[in-house]
């Protein structure tokens, strides 16, 4: 029997298992009431796309495969998944644009991103992470560690909703309101990428408290992120810069990290 036939029996039954799986989780969550985790999987090669689809949805996530950027921006409006697992090299919108433009959309800000690229160069990386992808995963990959880093995400995106609940910050006339993913200096609203966003609301809300540059990288990505420490410190000098004559509350102790300067006392 040929290679070619062997291929396409065997892509056959996934896809048979596949819609066995998706009719079994629909009627589960009929009975139950709820819905499963909407999974968005933007990639233009159909293989992978089908591989991701068959692993997410033996695991219980409903998936839908896109393969245009353009197309993903379009779908997001419409259905607002709960996490995208997003190509950097697409047809119609590349990646990062798609990023960059859920990003600036108070809609789909807090939706969860997860880069999935053969660019492991560690500027793509850093570009990723400042646009806030929320993971970045690189090709050839394990499909057991893409769910296992979807569920990551998933977690720490909630703790991030609860976390963005509490109450606003307020430095003298600098101010932080985590909920609406906003902050202001003098008056003015002060545009912060995502990922910088981050970093300050993590060091604002312990003022004081000295943080290594692991332990911002895991607050703010999660630990099964590759996060430099030169990334790091970048992202510290682009909210250091955007802060101003506050910028010198974002402090550097030498040979350990980072603490946000305490204004008690």
């Not at 053969?118 to 806030?132: H, P, Q, S, Y």
Request: hydrophobic fraction near 40%.
């Amino acid at each position: 029997m040929s290679s070619t036939i062997v291929s396409s029996r065997a892509g056959w039954f996934a896809s048979r298992e596949v819609q066995t799986a998706e009719r079994d989780l629909s009627r589960r969550d009929n009975a139950e009431g709820a819905l499963p985790c909407h999974v968005f999987v933007v990639e233009d090669e159909n293989e992978i796309c089908e591989l991701l689809r068959y692993n997410l949805v033996r695991e219980g996530y409903r998936v839908t495969c896109i393969n245009r950027g353009d197309e993903a921006l379009r779908r997001v409006k419409e259905e607002s998944p709960d996490l995208i697992v997003l190509d950097l090299l697409l047809p119609g919108v590349d990646g990062m644009e798609v990023c960059r433009a859920l990003k600036e959309q108070p809609a789909s800000r807090q939706i969860p991103i997860i880069m999935l690229t053969a660019k492991n160069a560690e500027a793509d990386i850093v570009a990723g992470l400042e646009l806030g992808a929320d993971d970045y995963i690189v090709k050839p990959f394990s499909p057991r560690v893409v769910v296992a880093r979807i569920r990551a995400v998933l977690r720490r995106a909630a703790a991030r909703r609860a976390e963005e609940s509490g109450p606003v910050l307020r430095i003298h006339d600098l101010v932080i309101h985590p909920g609406r993913h906003e902050v202001w200096l003098g008056g003015e609203p002060l545009e912060l990428t995502p990922t910088e966003f981050r970093v300050l609301c993590f060091l604002a809300r312990r003022p004081g408290w000295v943080y290594s540059r692991a332990q911002i990288a895991e607050a703010v990505h999660g630990g099964e992120q590759v996060v430099t420490d030169r990334a790091v410190d970048v992202q510290i000098a682009g909210l250091r810069k955007k802060l101003g004559r506050y910028a010198e509350y974002v402090e550097t102790v030498r040979g350990v990290g980072y603490r946000f300067r305490s204004t008690s006392g």
